[in-house]
């Protein structure tokens, strides 16, 4: 028995999901909690029993009927599957309830039975008998492996055989000494499982499709919906459908979470008619389906069929008959309980009294009472019996036999599913006494189900009602209360056992948890259960538009025409920032203010030319999150109002689809999410050679900076002026790489920054020409007169013919600056600093351009320093230095539109 718990432990992987109890037990009436999903994890023994399908079939079979381009056919395909899906409910409801009989729940036992008696309508013993024979005999026989064992038959069973070994396991079980009742119960869960053929069917359809791209599965939906009232009835379907997404939470956006994509409805809810087709009989194969994985499929069937009625059934060992009545229906572990009857005899012998499957000290024991000790580590509800030890002992020796037999077959259960003995028998229970008005006592303190708004804790939408459900056992006195000053107020004093009571809204202006408390108690003790919800605002979150920036661009959410208007070059760094309204106004504080919504993320998915994808995370946020502001507050100029992201730049070239979506997290739907998308076209420009000369100040004893120095100035034009990233293309002079100040250079002075340019000049005289530009770089010095001088590289004189230009290390605006003058730009005029809060003060050049632009037109980007340039700062070509929030610099200059076109069109 170990080995084989052991096998079995190695491939039990998931959780059953219980649906909750239903009608009251026969004999005494309990208070019970209403239905609720619950979570058995495990069997007593510790064993965790299997899901009962495959989630990511089920995921790859609700895609595939997705896939279908049309909204209305793909409409009516996902009601044919739900349609499927609905006839394996039953079976489910079996299965779910297995981890509460084998823990003693007498209510689960009866609900067992009852799914049994509501599903068995037609049910002709006899025939089912026949089948069961032959499967047996088909079981002795040679097993199919269809072409070797090779074929590519796939999943044959959505619901998975040995799930079903397990409910049969559980009938046998619970039919004991009825034999009536054994044939019964099985021949029902054959008749369920029949229902299960159009789900295995599709299942085995999409992974041929896999295989090789085909669309069996959407035509065999076809044929079905062709041959039912789905077809052609669209509008009225969608009525239908809409309540039946009350219970399936819906296959066209099926819902997360620990049930899976699908989940069956709870008894009662509202869903699509039964089937897949005109009828409820067995689905036979088209010629879409492998020929040769018929017999396996059928094997599989006959497997599991002869499996169940191949178990021998297990007798009773546990009695009730001659129990007329208990001297309480109420006792505390270690009092004592007197069992009042006939027929006991005057000796105990091989007998024991049982509380449920727990053994309890005998005191006394005559043939009409029997005193015993409530045992200890028990409580709640149990019924009592008397087991005798020797039926115990057949009992087990009937459970071995039949653990024998089964491992009979695991070469079918390997065929079957694709590993020996994947199937195992469920663990050995002994017989519990049943359950009578006259056997029931409740042991120990009370027992407490306690909820609110359907759960321990739980989130409410602020404003809507909190409900408090209850349901308490063996109780003297219960008190609900609110715990704390948060939420409605509830004070509670001995309530009905079983009741519910909506105590009011929950007003609450910020995410604020609301606790609630329940204590009951008798002799035996107090208990007591907490609650909590905790208010939260469901947003409606909305991205309000998608800029494509580099150093500048055009947008305005509200005037849309001119966005993502400023050309974009290809391969250079880039900036998508998502704007987004967190949707809430009525002024809900999440913890970062009034109608803020922290949090946020999201991720780009870029399209590009080719038909080649890529998903961008890569947020440049802090945290990796916003906080999305409220409607009419989100400021381009706050580079926190955006989610930002920076795209990768070695693939931006031609016209690139840009979709982003935005969410907190989990992502849980209900307003948290928005998607949009947009385009943007990047271009090819020219390029700069550029031949880097550094320059020694001896006059000045001023060393030379290196080349570092160089590269921190070069970033200054590469992030503003229209040039690719990689479109700096940097070349040294080889008897020129370090120069050395000479007599006239002084440049403390004018006279010597315009020497120093005119050797530059003779310089490249004795290099071959090829469209470079010569650019001296000299060491960053305060005693300096200017920060940079260059020449009119377009316009070139006989004795004045190469384009060049001096900077000062590490000024990268002053580098920009001077590289623009090389191809004919002119100096912007200048404004006054006074009109304008962006400009701190301003110079007055020569060379003045009045047509240039001198305050920036809109919002302006550094994307490598991750840093917003405001509107209307002073543009590159000005002698004005900027003010931007307080600090001023000469080396914030930045790149206008006007700038950006006309160096566009020179470089």
Request: negative net charge; aromatic residues 8%; hydrophobic residues 35%.
């Amino acid at each position: 028995m170990q080995q084989l718990m052991e096998m079995l432990k190695r491939i039990f992987n998931a959780i059953l999901n219980l649906f909750g109890a239903g009608d009251k037990m026969p004999g005494r009436e309990e208070p019970k909690p209403p239905p609720e999903s619950r979570d058995f994890r495990e069997l007593p023994d510790g064993t965790k029993l299997p899901a009962p399908y495959d989630r990511n079939e089920l995921t790859q079979l609700i895609q595939a009927v997705q896939s279908a381009s049309d909204p209305d056919e793909r409409f009516v395909y996902d009601t044919v599957l739900a349609s499927a899906l609905e006839g394996i409910r039953p079976l489910l409801e079996l299965y779910d309830l297995i981890p509460r009989i084998w823990a003693g729940d007498s209510r689960a036992e009866a609900e067992f039975n009852r799914i049994i008696s509501r599903h068995s309508e037609d049910i002709n013993v006899r025939s089912y008998e026949e089948r069961a024979e032959r499967s047996m005999q088909t079981m002795r026989g040679e097993i199919p492996l269809p072409g070797g064992g090779e074929a590519p038959c796939g999943p044959l069973f959505f619901l998975k055989p040995d799930r079903l070994f397990s409910i049969q396991q559980t009938a046998v079980f619970l039919a004991g000494d009825d034999e009536k009742q054994h044939l019964y119960s099985l021949a029902a869960i054959d008749k369920m499982w029949d229902r299960t053929l159009c789900p295995d069917r599709f299942n085995s359809l999409v992974y041929q499709d896999q295989l090789d791209g085909g669309r069996r599965l959407q035509a065999r939906l076809r044929g079905h919906a062709e041959q039912s009232e789905y077809f052609g009835r669209v509008e009225r379907l969608r009525e239908q459908r809409a309540e039946a997404n009350m219970g399936y939470g819906g296959l066209t956006q099926p819902p997360p979470g620990e049930g899976g994509p699908w989940r069956p409805p709870r008894p009662g809810t509202g869903g699509p008619p039964v089937g897949c087709g005109p009828d409820d009989g067995p689905i036979p194969d088209g010629p879409d389906f492998p020929e040769k994985c018929n017999p396996i499929r059928d094997y599989c069937r006959d497997f599991v069929r002869g499996a169940g009625r191949r178990i021998r059934r297990v007798p009773d060992s546990v009695s009730t008959g001659e129990i007329d009545g208990i001297s309480t229906d109420r006792a505390c572990s270690g009092q004592t309980v007197t069992i009042k009857g006939s027929g006991f005899g005057t000796e105990q012998g091989d007998r024991e009294v049982v509380f449920g499957t727990q053994p309890a000290e005998v005191i006394s024991w005559s043939d009409s009472e029997i005193v015993v000790r409530v045992p200890s580590g028990i409580s709640g509800r149990r019924c009592i019996g008397i087991r005798d030890e020797q039926a115990e002992l057949q009992r087990r020796e009937v459970y071995d036999s039949n653990r024998a037999a089964f491992e009979e077959f695991s070469e079918g259960a390997r065929v079957c599913l694709g590993q020996p003995r994947d199937v195992g028998m469920l663990p050995y229970r002994p017989d519990t006494p049943e359950c009578r008005d006259i056997n029931v006592i409740n042991i120990g303190a009370p027992s407490i189900y306690f909820r609110v708004n359907g759960g321990q804790s739980v989130t409410v939408e602020a404003g809507d009602d909190i409900v408090l459900n209850w349901a308490v056992t063996n109780a003297d006195s219960i008190q609900i209360s609110r715990v704390g000053s948060v939420g409605p107020s509830a004070n509670i004093s001995n309530p009905a056992p079983v009741g519910q009571q909506n105590i009011g809204p929950f007003n609450a202006g910020s995410e604020v948890t609301a606790t609630y408390r329940i204590e009951a108690s008798n002799s035996c003790g107090t208990v007591t259960e907490i609650v909590s919800a905790k208010a939260v605002r469901t947003p409606d979150l909305e991205i309000l538009g998608i800029e494509v920036t580099q150093p500048i661009q055009r947008f305005n959410w509200n005037n849309p025409g001119q966005n993502n208007s400023v050309r974009l070059v290809s391969e250079k760094r880039t900036m998508v920032r998502v704007y987004v309204d967190s949707g809430v106004s009525d002024g809900f504080d999440f913890g970062e203010g009034a109608n803020i919504l922290p949090d946020v993320t999201g991720h780009l998915e870029l399209t590009y030319p080719d038909g080649n994808s890529v998903t961008v995370n890569n947020i440049l946020n802090p945290g990796d999150t916003m906080n999305a502001q409220p409607p009419g507050n989100v400021d381009r100029e706050e580079l926190d109002h955006s989610l930002n992201f920076e795209l990768p730049v070695a693939d931006l070239d031609g016209t690139i689809e840009i979709e982003a979506e935005v969410y907190t997290e989990p992502r849980d739907g209900g307003g948290r999410w928005d998607r949009t998308q947009t385009s943007a076209i990047f271009r090819h420009n020219g390029r700069l050679r550029l031949v880097a000369i550094l320059v020694n100040d001896t006059i000045n004893n001023i060393s030379a900076p290196t080349m570092n120095d160089y590269n921190i100035s070069l970033q200054g034009a590469r992030t503003r002026l229209p040039v690719r990233e990689q479109g700096f293309l940097l070349f040294r002079a080889p008897n020129h790489r370090t120069i050395n100040t000479q007599g006239d250079e002084d440049l403390t002075t004018g006279d010597g920054w315009s020497n120093l340019l005119d050797r530059i000049d003779d310089i490249a005289d004795d290099y071959e020409e090829n469209n470079e530009i010569w650019t001296a770089l000299i060491p960053n010095s305060g005693t300096y007169s200017w920060n940079g001088l260059a020449n009119d590289g377009v316009i070139p004189f006989w004795w004045d013919d190469h384009p060049r230009m001096i900077s000062r290390a590490r000024q990268g605006a002053t580098f920009a600056h001077e590289l623009a003058h090389t191809v004919s730009v002119d100096h912007a005029p200048s404004v006054n600093a006074g009109a304008n809060p962006g400009v701190d003060s301003c110079g007055n050049p020569d060379g003045v351009d009045n047509s240039l632009v001198s305050l920036t037109e809109d919002v302006g980007m550094d994307v490598a320093a991750y840093r917003l340039m405001p509107d209307s700062i002073p543009t590159l070509m000005t002698y004005c230095t900027p003010d931007i929030d307080g600090t001023q610099s000469y080396q914030d200059r930045w790149m206008s539109i006007d700038l950006w076109n006309r160096l566009w069109n020179r470089i």
